[in-house]
């Protein structure tokens, strides 16, 4: 059920508060719509889609954590442990859509695979923003928060 939105803070746009919910509506629609009912493989296409939105996510909440540690240290922690887990779910769906079926069938040569570039072009946009994250990720975090199993608990 839908909650009434939250009072606009001082010196923001009214306006601009309205985009989160139907962003979120969207996404939901999409899923309606979009989705067979029969279990089928996700295509590439849609998993590229998921990576976008979820770095689109991650930059999002990273934006308000480093807004919100500074003034209120718990919530900034599970700001921080919510942007940590954004990263893990665009690296799962980073892999997801290497390992998904692809159109044509053919797997990608041996040289392109010793080059790093088994995709090319339009395929290799997904890496091209998945690294351009990832070096953004791991200038704010270490390597052990970023390969931490998802426990729920984070320090207070």
């Known amino acids: 059920m839908p909650t009434a939105p939250p009072p606009v803070p ?3 746009d009214p306006l601009a508060s309205d985009f989160l919910p139907f962003a979120t509506a969207a996404l939901d629609f999409h899923r309606t719509l979009n989705l067979p009912t029969a279990q089928a493989a996700a295509e590439r296409t849609e998993i590229d889609s998921l990576h976008a939105h979820v770095v689109a996510l991650y930059r999002l909440v990273d934006s308000h954590t ?3 540690a500074p003034v209120a240290t718990v919530e900034g922690d599970h700001l921080r442990a919510c942007r940590i ?3 893990q779910a665009a690296d799962h ?3 997801a ?3 998904a079926p692809r159109r044509d069938s053919r797997p990608p040569s041996p040289e392109a695979c010793r080059a790093r570039l088994p995709e090319g072009a339009p395929e290799l946009t997904i890496c091209q923003r998945h690294v351009a994250t990832g070096v953004r990720v791991r200038r704010g975090h270490t390597p052990a928060e970023l390969h931490d199993s ?3 608990l984070i320090r207070h």
Request: hydrophobic share 30%; aromatic share 12%; charged share 10%.
């Open 10 to 12: 001082p010196g923001s």
């Open 66 to 68: 480093s807004r919100t």
């Open 85 to 87: 887990r954004l990263w």
């Open 93 to 95: 769906l980073h892999s």
């Open 97 to 99: 859509f290497h390992t």
């Open 150 to 152: 998802v426990t729920g």
